[in-house]
């Protein structure tokens, strides 16, 4: 359908006019320039995004996990069981994973969108089906996934980020759930940075040095085989094809119309960051409306954050996955709102400046 090409030609960058107003005005509030840090460029940029001064507090936030199967995990990546993907997504839908604890603290909704979990999932209330594929193939061996497979995943992240604008939804997370998602993500990450898979890769659920090692040489393995194929770094859907998972696409695909409606997105770790990546390598426009919710302790988080040019809102050494980082970041956008409306002026508040 190349939903996505729809939504990436209503993309614009955001309004520098309602920036510069807002540069402005953190000027004349009671505080020295500057010393509210992070926050205030986050407020900015919310009032770019939005277009207009102060921005509208984002008080109804959605977390989506994206779920899918990898067929890399034939090649034991990874000690956890296929079937985990499926049981995790059937704790989410119950309320019991941490991302579900702190969507309530933050007073946040989930849903769980099915693109390629091997599984057949039950419907339920929070679960969105949206399946391209039961899984995707062993990326060592040969392409993921097909091309059109791959811009069919970028559509359902359309649409569901369509979906949930038209529900009122004003502030976006990323959240992902794959058994041996790491192993793609890490893969994507490495061939767009041109750097070493033993730099990028980490140890995900926590492999020992055997098991990572494995997961190493299946990486270079299959950036190998796409260097055969010959440079796809101008051509981000095939690269996806090639080494990508279904949940990465949706995640790519709901980014890029999120910033074709002007909704701000928080993404999480470094599956999120795979997905930002290439949604960045269709469009650089696109990372104008995303915020870096966390620092992920996985190494391929941190080049990618360099790599998209985004300094992360939060630290705590997490590397859960679920969108849990993202969703902590809620408040902090939500604040970096609310001060920008809210703080008194010099002049209102009677204070003589320095």
């Given at each position: 359908?190349?939903?996505?090409?729809?939504?990436?030609?209503?993309?614009?960058?955001?309004?520098?006019?309602?920036?510069?107003?807002?540069?402005?005005?953190?000027?004349?509030?009671?505080?020295?320039?500057?010393?509210?840090?992070?926050?205030?460029?986050?407020?900015?940029?919310?009032?770019?995004?939005?277009?207009?001064?102060?921005?509208?507090?984002?008080?109804?936030?959605?977390?989506?996990?994206?779920?899918?199967?990898?067929?890399?995990?034939?090649?034991?990546?990874?000690?956890?069981?296929?079937?985990?993907?499926?049981?995790?997504?059937?704790?989410?839908?119950?309320?019991?994973?941490?991302?579900?604890?702190?969507?309530?603290?933050?007073?946040?909704?989930?849903?769980?969108?099915?693109?390629?979990?091997?599984?057949?999932?039950?419907?339920?209330?929070?679960?969105?089906?949206?399946?391209?594929?039961?899984?995707?193939?062993?990326?060592?061996?040969?392409?993921?996934?097909?091309?059109?497979?791959?811009?069919?995943?970028?559509?359902?992240?359309?649409?569901?980020?369509?979906?949930?604008?038209?529900?009122?939804?004003?502030?976006?997370?990323?959240?992902?759930?794959?058994?041996?998602?790491?192993?793609?993500?890490?893969?994507?990450?490495?061939?767009?940075?041109?750097?070493?898979?033993?730099?990028?890769?980490?140890?995900?659920?926590?492999?020992?040095?055997?098991?990572?090692?494995?997961?190493?040489?299946?990486?270079?393995?299959?950036?190998?085989?796409v260097n055969a194929?010959?440079?796809?770094?101008?051509?981000?859907?095939?690269?996806?094809?090639?080494?990508?998972?279904?949940?990465?696409?949706?995640?790519?695909?709901?980014?890029?119309?999120?910033?074709?409606?002007?909704?701000?997105?928080i993404v999480d770790?470094?599956?999120?960051?795979?997905?930002?990546?290439?949604?960045?390598?269709?469009?650089?426009?696109?990372?104008?409306?995303?915020?870096?919710?966390?620092?992920?302790?996985?190494?391929?988080?941190?080049?990618?954050?360099?790599?998209?040019?985004?300094?992360?809102?939060?630290?705590?050494?997490?590397?859960?996955?679920?969108?849990?980082?993202?969703?902590?970041?809620?408040?902090?956008?939500?604040?970096?709102?609310?001060?920008?409306?809210?703080?008194?002026?010099?002049?209102?508040?009677?204070?003589?400046?320095?």
């Amino acid at each position: 359908m190349n939903l996505y090409k729809h939504a990436l030609g209503r993309v614009v960058p955001i309004d520098q006019n309602a920036v510069e107003k807002a540069l402005a005005r953190q000027l004349t509030l009671t505080k020295p320039p500057g010393s509210l840090g992070d926050l205030e460029e986050v407020a900015n940029r919310l009032c770019g995004i939005t277009g207009s001064c102060p921005a509208p507090i984002p008080d109804n936030p959605h977390i989506c996990v994206f779920a899918g199967d990898h067929g890399v995990h034939e090649e034991k990546v990874t000690p956890w069981p296929q079937e985990v993907t499926a049981q995790m997504v059937a704790n989410f839908l119950a309320g019991g994973a941490a991302v579900n604890v702190i969507a309530r603290q933050v007073g946040a909704r989930v849903s769980v969108i099915d693109v390629g979990v091997k599984a057949e999932l039950d419907p339920a209330p929070g679960l969105i089906i949206s399946k391209v594929k039961a899984g995707t193939n062993n990326l060592r061996i040969g392409s993921a996934m097909s091309n059109f497979e791959a811009r069919e995943s970028l559509d359902r992240g359309v649409e569901v980020a369509e979906m949930l604008h038209e529900a009122g939804y004003n502030l976006f997370v990323t959240g992902d759930m794959g058994i041996a998602n790491t192993t793609p993500s890490a893969a994507i990450i490495s061939y767009l940075s041109g750097l070493d898979p033993e730099v990028i890769t980490g140890r995900g659920t926590g492999v020992d040095d055997a098991t990572l090692a494995i997961k190493i040489s299946v990486i270079k393995d299959a950036i190998s085989r796409v260097n055969a194929i010959g440079n796809l770094k101008d051509n981000p859907i095939e690269l996806l094809a090639q080494l990508g998972g279904l949940e990465i696409g949706a995640i790519c695909g709901f980014i890029i119309s999120a910033a074709s409606l002007k909704v701000p997105v928080i993404v999480d770790g470094v599956i999120s960051l795979a997905g930002a990546l290439l949604a960045n390598a269709i469009s650089p426009v696109v990372s104008e409306y995303v915020f870096a919710g966390h620092l992920s302790v996985e190494p391929g988080a941190k080049v990618a954050l360099e790599m998209l040019g985004k300094r992360p809102l939060l630290s705590l050494d997490m590397r859960l996955g679920e969108g849990s980082g993202g969703a902590l970041a809620i408040p902090i956008v939500q604040t970096a709102a609310r001060l920008l409306g809210e703080m008194a002026s010099f002049e209102e508040a009677g204070v003589k400046e320095a």
